[in-house]
């Protein structure tokens, strides 16, 4: 099954992207994490067709894209206290809420769990695309199984090219990496997935939050049990700029063509040149250039030497997305 894929803008392509939902098609749209790949949440049969599309396991769940935080009500019950601050706190932004799932919501969203992930992002044009739906939209991150996110329709395009319709453009994405997501039926609330909001931001409001332990066997995102974000190429972390140039040198005497992922000034101090891709000055710049970086790489290099972020904050949630890029490799 092959069609003709098109970028359009929100202007030319709201009309025709709103029909193609409710026709039951799939449509990409922008976000200010990642780009999702969307469709109609209240219909099954639609949401199939996401699974077709990304070529992704159905028992992984979707998380149910909204254009109003009173949309909740559709999509969940027994919303707490707890999960309301969140939502008013950090909504429209980088997060997703894992709340109890109304029966409204088919399985092929939730995969069966009895929870369902809600997110309202604020993109500008997330936000008017859903709205004109006037439904929810379930979306995962618009890439085929297993690659890497898409932080520019580009990179949807590249990916994608004859397995969706339309990609609304909404240039790149600022955040950069996919939303924090925080389960708030659990008794203490949980990160599943880290992500720009962190898990201090979150303690603020609620008191307590409980961060992921990658230990715990029983993966409550589903999705964590399946390798992800990796590039076609080799990666690894370095732990400091010396041994991210020492292994640089050695990948290059063994006729590999390297490169280094950093912060502008991780180098500075070291002499010598060095194929590099500059990441920006702040985490929150390398936060928003990881995925593109990646992309980049995978493209013109064959192995790729990256920069540790640390544990702390968004560092954290970006070594999440390296860590899972270079299968835990680190020199
Ligand atoms: O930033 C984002 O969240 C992006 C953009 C498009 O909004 N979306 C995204 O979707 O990253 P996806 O499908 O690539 O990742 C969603 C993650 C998966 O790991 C899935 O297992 C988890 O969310 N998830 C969804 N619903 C869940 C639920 N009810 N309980 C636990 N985990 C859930
Ligand atoms: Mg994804």
């Known amino acids: 099954m092959t069609m ?3 970028i359009v803008s929100i202007k030319e392509g709201l009309d025709e992207a709103v029909e193609l939902i409710k026709r039951g098609e799939v449509v990409v749209f922008p976000t200010e994490t990642v780009y999702g790949l969307g469709a109609n949440a209240f219909d099954g049969d639609a949401v199939r067709k996401i699974f077709e599309a990304k070529g992704r396991p ?21 919303v707490s ?10 909504m429209p932004g980088p ?29 500008s044009v997330a936000r008017q695309f859903i709205m004109a739906c006037g439904t929810p939209l379930a979306a995962p991150s618009a890439n085929t199984s297993t690659k890497i996110s898409p932080t520019s329709a580009q990179h949807v395009f590249e990916d994608m090219q004859g397995r969706v319709p339309l990609i609304l453009q909404g240039g790149e994405c600022e ?41 715990i066997i029983v993966a409550k995102a589903p999705g964590m049990k399946y390798k992800h974000y990796a590039p076609s190429c080799e990666m690894v ?23 280094i992922l950093a912060k502008s000034r991780y180098l500075e101090g070291i002499v010598g040149k060095f194929d590099f891709i500059d990441l920006g000055e ?9 995925y593109a970086a990646m992309h980049e790489a995978q493209e013109k290099y064959d192995y790729i030497v990256c920069q540790d972020f640390g544990e702390e904050g968004i560092g954290a949630s970006i070594m999440n997305r390296v860590n899972k890029a270079s299968g835990g490799k680190r020199i």
Request: glycine content about 6%; overall charge negative; some cysteine.
């Open 95 to 123: 997060i997703t809420v894992i709340l109890k799932r109304s029966k409204n919501v088919p399985d092929e969203v939730t995969a069966g769990l009895d929870t369902v992930g809600v997110r309202f992002p604020s993109h």
């Open 4 to 6: 003709q894929t098109r």
């Open 58 to 78: 159905m028992d992984n769940p979707l998380i149910a894209h909204i254009a109003d935080i009173s949309w909740t009500n559709d999509l969940a019950v027994d």
């Open 175 to 215: 955040v950069g990496i996919e939303s924090t997501i925080v389960d708030m039926t659990a008794d203490i609330p949980t990160i599943l997935r880290p992500g720009a909001i962190t898990q201090d931001m979150l303690a603020k409001v609620l008191g307590k939050v409980k961060n992921f332990d990658g230990k």
């Open 237 to 259: 972390v370095a732990t400091s700029a010396r041994t991210a140039v020492e292994e640089y040198c050695r990948q290059k005497a063994n006729g590999h063509s390297p490169v």
């Open 282 to 290: 702040s985490d929150e710049d390398a936060m928003r250039n990881i």
């Open 81 to 90: 206290d707890g999960a309301k601050a969140v939502m008013n706190e950090f």
